[in-house]
């Protein structure tokens, strides 16, 4: 995810930290610069795709710091976007850390190119500091290397700050605790579309989710620097947006389908209601589970992800969109259509993890997990593959149209005959697919595969099958999980920057 971009403000400005300062990672250090709370700084940001800028609405103190004393700066860089706290007369990096948001996708659309300026609210969350720094966040630049796009001063004796009190309409029914929240992964389950009479329900959902997400590598042997809890605004209906079929609902936290215009994406655009109804759990990261059957989801690194619980394909959307916002890992698949058109431009690197253009096969970013012997790129059965997954998505998009158009005339039965239809393809393309890639040649070895982010050529992935290439509740391939265990690592006081812990490193 890289943009090439012009900022608004003088390039001079850039690089006045030299990049190789952090802060020492010790607790001590972190109590010498940091009060035990947490302050999120409320943010516009607007643009199309020549120009971008960030204002500040207003920074809200919320609870207490769950996230990390010791790893204040890691050591790499993931997204699109990076924030960071300076200590204002040294220059020193206190803090800093990495995210995507919903306008930098929207600044690959069409709409963007053609100089239709939008904006979105977002949130970026940091320990509150003791004494006023620097706020600082920039944008990456086609190298992968960081300009600066917006700065402006937090001092923590500002009245300005909202220091309200966390919301009483906010339930938690239920938490699984894996350890101490300054050395785990918190991850806030939030529900979205479950009305007061529903918590039974939202309940159940959510120790199905812990459940299914507890059992995935590398969550399953991390589940003691892992919790997980169940937060609920109640709705006033159940369910959520669909404007493409004309249903609109009253919810918690306005979640709707057809983000981007893409009928699947399923995101909100209220930040605020997200961000107040987490805040009263201690959380690293949020994920909306919407009470709903239909397909649908979507994660943002650094920001949340969003997944349906009921439908047959509910564990695979919590797990697939939760390695976008919490790893900021990308899409492997290259055939489903997406609203981007210029999210990986050619010829350049792509920043995440688990991607690669190839430019230089020597420097392989995953070269230590090469399969011995592996070719590079390495080929695959792409011709069946491509075969059957062309077939399989014109019969889908056929559908999807007919039930769009069945559920406007409000024909109920003829809509849920052809959800019925659609479901059946589905499981029935999962289970080809599975069938050919599981008895591919190269099957289990890492390489580097042709066809990954959204590309058909020019872009490869780590290995032939993942839970970011093809739909089902299958693991995550090598890579992606030693980038998972990396983020976790992150927020574990135990762990060095791969993640590990001693007795851990492989
Ligand atoms: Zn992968």
């Known amino acids: 995810m890289i943009r090439g971009t012009r900022v608004l403000l003088p ?22 610069h940091f009060h035990g709370r947490t302050l999120r700084a409320e943010l516009f940001h607007s643009g199309d795709a020549r120009s971008e800028r960030f204002v500040l609405d207003r920074i809200v103190a919320e609870g207490s710091w769950g996230g990390s004393r010791v790893h204040l700066a890691p050591p790499f860089d993931r ?16 803090f800093r850390r990495g995210f995507d948001d919903i306008f930098g996708e929207y600044r690959t659309t069409g709409p963007a190119r053609k100089g239709a300026v939008r ?12 004494k006023p720094v620097r706020l600082v966040i920039e944008v990456r630049r086609p190298d992968l290397s960081f300009t600066l796009l917006f700065e ?27 350890g101490d929240p300054h050395d785990s992964l918190d991850l806030a389950i939030l529900g979205e579309g479950y009305t007061a009479g529903q918590e039974d329900l939202f309940r159940r959902d959510f120790e199905k989710a812990a459940r299914t997400l507890l059992e ?3 969550f399953r042997s991390l589940r003691g620097h892992i919790n997980l809890y169940a937060v609920l605004r109640p709705s006033q209906e159940s369910g959520c947006d669909e404007p493409q079929r004309g249903v609109w609902r009253r919810t918690a936290l306005g979640c709707h389908f057809f983000s981007l215009g893409s009928p699947r994406y399923l995101l909100t655009d209220d930040d605020r209601a997200l961000r107040e109804v987490a805040s009263v759990v201690p959380y690293d990261l949020a994920i909306v589970m919407v009470d709903h059957d239909r397909y649908g989801g979507g994660g943002i690194y650094g920001q949340y992800s969003v997944f349906t619980a009921h439908n047959r394909w509910a564990g695979y959307l919590l797990v697939h969109e939760l390695g976008h916002a919490l790893a900021g890992l990308a899409d492997e698949y290259y055939s489903s259509s997406v609203a981007y058109t210029d999210l990986y431009p050619p010829g350049v690197e792509p920043a995440e993890p688990n991607i690669t253009a190839l430019l230089d096969p020597a420097r392989l970013k995953w070269r230590d997990l090469l ?14 593959f491509d075969r059957i997954d062309g077939a399989y998505q014109k019969r889908r998009q056929a559908l999807n149209r007919k039930i769009a158009e ?9 809509a849920a005959a052809l959800r019925a239809e659609a479901e059946r393809l589905a499981v029935l393309e999962a289970e080809r697919v599975h069938q050919l890639l599981s008895k591919d ?5 890492v390489g580097a595969f042709e066809g990954a982010g959204y590309a058909a050529h020019g872009l490869y992935r780590p290995q032939v099958d993942c839970i970011m290439f093809s739909k089902g509740l299958k693991p995550f391939c090598a890579v992606c999980r030693r980038a998972i265990r990396a983020t976790i690592g992150l927020y574990r006081e135990d762990a060095d920057s791969t993640g590990a812990a001693a007795g851990e490193r492989r």
């Open 11 to 32: 390039a001079l400005l850039v690089l006045a930290v030299p990049a190789h300062l952090t802060a020492d990672e010790t607790p001590a250090r972190f109590a010498e």
């Open 79 to 94: 997204g699109r976007y990076r924030f960071e706290l300076r200590n204002p007369a040294t220059g020193e990096v206190l």
């Open 119 to 130: 904006t979105w609210t977002e949130s970026i969350r940091f320990p509150e500091p003791v």
């Open 152 to 178: 402006t001063t937090v001092d923590p004796t500002d009245p300005g700050i909202v220091r309200d009190p966390l919301p009483a309409d906010v339930r938690v029914p239920a938490r699984i605790l894996g």
């Open 216 to 218: 995935q590598e590398p």
């Open 371 to 384: 399969t011995p012997g592996v070719p590079i790129p390495t080929p695959w059965s792409r011709k069946a």
């Open 406 to 414: 069945a559920m406007k005339a409000g024909e109920d039965a003829k």
């Open 441 to 445: 040649r190269w099957a289990g070895a």
